[in-house]
């Protein structure tokens, strides 16, 4: 019936379409990527960068950060992906690429802050199999440093600071994990030219 009122009901209804094809029966070839998302404590310190928010920043581990790493441990490649509460960001591949651009928003409100980004497929090295992330806070004495999978106390040596790059300590991790067994990552031509 159309036009009608209802009182205390909640509809469930939901329809979702996929365009994958343009007007004349050509598949339509877009830059997807995973999509990365961050809900962490904001601890505002140090302060912001002084670089443009959604912008990559040069020594963004230097504040609160969040950093994911994807690894190829049979090649050591990897993919670092460095973003914080403020918009800025940072792309590092093994090869020393950065700078490169990336899609990504943050926003804090009540002591938390939320981001989300798009890693294009382009910036994966193949074969990941590994990775790793970290949460960075705080200032002088106060700098944290927190792990995902963290060093073992056991394989901690005196003196020791805190190394992100101990790819030994990366744990299992495919991409086939997230988009299914079947899905099969596209070529990069970021880690192919490296490759030469």
Not at 182 to 192: R, Y
Request: proline share 9%.
């Amino acid at each position: 019936m159309l036009n009608s009122v209802c009182t205390g009901c909640i509809l469930l209804t939901a329809m979702e379409f996929h365009i994958r094809h343009t007007w004349d029966s050509l598949p339509v070839h877009r830059e997807e990527g995973l999509l990365m998302q961050v809900n962490a404590p904001f601890f505002n310190d140090p302060p912001a960068p002084a670089g443009p928010p959604g912008e990559p920043f040069p020594g963004l581990w230097d504040y609160e950060v969040v950093e994911s790493f994807f690894l190829n441990s049979n090649t050591e490649q990897y993919l670092e992906v460095e973003v914080c509460p403020h918009g800025q960001h940072l792309i590092l591949l093994l090869n020393g690429k950065h700078n490169l651009p990336l899609s990504f928003n943050a926003d804090t409100k009540n002591k938390i802050w939320k981001g989300e980004a798009l890693l294009p497929w382009r910036y994966f090295p193949q074969g990941i199999n590994k990775m790793n992330s970290y949460a960075i806070h705080g200032s002088g004495a106060g700098r944290t440093y927190e792990s995902l999978y963290p060093v073992p106390k056991e394989d901690l040596q005196e003196g020791q600071g805190p190394d992100f790059h101990r790819l030994e300590y990366f744990q299992n991790f495919t991409l086939q994990s997230i988009m299914g067994e079947d899905w099969v990552q596209p070529e990069s031509d970021l880690w192919n030219l490296a490759s030469k």
